[in-house]
């Protein structure tokens, strides 16, 4: 039987949409462990199962996820309501639309 190291079973995990417990509004949703570009899927997942107007917070470790997060935000109509730069730790806000 193959056996995954963490990182692995992380990716297996993401394309079976094994993801857990949902998350629920107002959360904050720790995602600094994940490479790129697992936590954009899992923002885009997360928000997916919210309510309309509902807002999460979300901590990266990846600075690209500035850009990319802006970008996701452009692109589904979602609203970034704030980025900052927490001393290597970037923290997203985002409302579902």
């Known amino acids: ?3 995954f190291s963490n990182q692995e079973q992380e990716f ?3 394309a079976m949409d094994l993801d857990g417990p949902g998350v629920q509004p ?3 949703v720790d995602m600094r ?3 790129s570009p ?3 899927v899992r923002l885009y997942r997360t928000l997916n199962k ?3 107007g509902s807002e999460i917070t979300v901590l ?3 600075k690209g996820t500035l850009a990319e997060f802006q970008a996701f935000a452009r692109m589904t109509g979602h609203a970034l309501l704030e980025q900052r730069d927490d001393g290597g730790r970037y923290v997203h806000v ?4």
């Open 1 to 3: 039987m193959a056996r």
């Open 38 to 40: 697992v936590p954009l």
């Open 50 to 52: 919210l309510p309309a």
């Open 12 to 14: 297996v995990s993401d």
């Open 26 to 28: 107002g959360e904050v």
């Open 94 to 97: 985002f409302r579902r639309r």
């Open 33 to 35: 462990a994940l490479p």
């Open 60 to 62: 990266t470790s990846d």
